[in-house]
C-alpha cells in the first residue's frame, strides 16, 4: 500500500522518519505530526485561485492533479484580494497603481515539513524572481511557517512578525520614522520574521522588534536555533543570488528578516 504523506519535493528527513515508524507499525497509521484537520478529500480537486487559502496545509493527491507548476503562480491582483487590501496594506493615501503589484501563490514547507500554501502581494518587478526562489525553497523542503497576507493581520505589521508570518507588500512607513519602507512598493520580504528579528537602534540601544524575537536577536553568530537567516542558510543565498539585499548585513541596524530589492 503506497503511503500519501505528501513531501515537499524529494525524500525528507520528515518522510523518511514517518516511513521507518510505519515499518514497526500498521502502514495506514497516520504519522504523529499529522494534523487531524488535514485534508483527507476522496477526490482530491485541483488547487486554484478559487480555493487557495493560505494556512492550508495540501495532500499530495492534490499537488499531483494540480501539477506542481501549477502551485506557484503570478497574477494581476484579482478583484476579491484587492478588495481585501482596502484600507489595509492598501490605505487610502497609498500612492501605487494596482498595475504595479501581482498576486503570487505558492507551495512552501511549513513547520512539520508538510506542504501549505501561502501567498504574497509583491511589485510586478520582482514577480517572477520571488516565484522561482520559493519554488527552490520548496524543493529544498526550506521550512516557512506561514504565509499570509498582511491583510488577515489587519496590515499590522507588529502582529504579523510577532505570529512569525512571512509577507512583502504593505504601504507603511519604517516603524517609528517618516521614511517609506520598500515594503510600501512590494520590493521587500521578510521571511520567518519572529526568528529573524528586525533590530533598530534607538536612543542608542537595540530594540528587538517582535518583541517575542528576543530570544533570537542576539549572539546569532553561534546561537542554533530553527529558521535561522544568516549566510549559510538558503533563502539568504538564493536572494543574494537573485539581485536582493539582505538586512542583516546592515552595518548599524540588523533586520534578519528583510530582503529587499534595489
Ligand atoms: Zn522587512
Redesign the pocket.
Known amino acids: 500500500m503506497a503511503l500519501t504523506l505528501a513531501s515537499c519535493g524529494g525524500a525528507t528527513y520528515e518522510e523518511t522518519r514517518s516511513q521507518q515508524s510505519s515499518s514497526q507499525q500498521n502502514e495506514t497509521s497516520a504519522p504523529k505530526t499529522e494534523q487531524p484537520a488535514a485534508p483527507k478529500a476522496e477526490k482530491p480537486a485541483a488547487l486554484t485561485a478559487n480555493n487557495w487559502k493560505s494556512g492550508r496545509e495540501v495532500s499530495q493527491a492534490e499537488i499531483d492533479i494540480t501539477g506542481i507548476d501549477n502551485c506557484f503562480v503570478s497574477t494581476e491582483i484579482p478583484d476579491a484580494i484587492f478588495a481585501k487590501m482596502q484600507g489595509k496594506s492598501w490605505p487610502d493615501n497609498c500612492t501605487l497603481q494596482r498595475s504595479d503589484l501581482r498576486y503570487i501563490r505558492v507551495l512552501h514547507c511549513n513547520a512539520d515539513g508538510k506542504p501549505q500554501m501561502g501567498e504574497l502581494v509583491v511589485n510586478k518587478k520582482i514577480a517572477d524572481k520571488v516565484v522561482k526562489i520559493f519554488r527552490e525553497l520548496y524543493d529544498n523542503n526550506y521550512r516557512i511557517e506561514k504565509m499570509h497576507l498582511i491583510d488577515d493581520y489587519d496590515g499590522n ?1 507588529d502582529a504579523s512578525m510577532a505570529d512569525n508570518n512571512t509577507s512583502c507588500f504593505n504601504f507603511r512607513f519604517v516603524p517609528g520614522t517618516k521614511n517609506i ?3 510600501s512598493y512590494g520590493l ?3 521571511i520567518n ?1 519572529l526568528y529573524n528579528p ?1 533590530i533598530p537602534i534607538r536612543n542608542g540601544k537595540p530594540y528587538v522588534m517582535p518583541p517575542n524575537g528576543e530570544p533570537y536577536a542576539f549572539g546569532r553568530d553561534t546561537a542554533q536555533f530553527p529558521y535561522k537567516i544568516d549566510h549559510n542558510d538558503l533563502a539568504y543565498q538564493l536572494f543574494r543570488k537573485a539581485g536582493f539585499n539582505w ?1 542583516g548585513s546592515w552595518s548599524r541596524s540588523k ?1 534578519y ?4 530589492w534595489e
Open positions: 505589521d519602507s520598500k515594503h521587500a520580504i521578510d520574521p528586525y538586512g533586520d528578516q528583510h530582503f529587499q
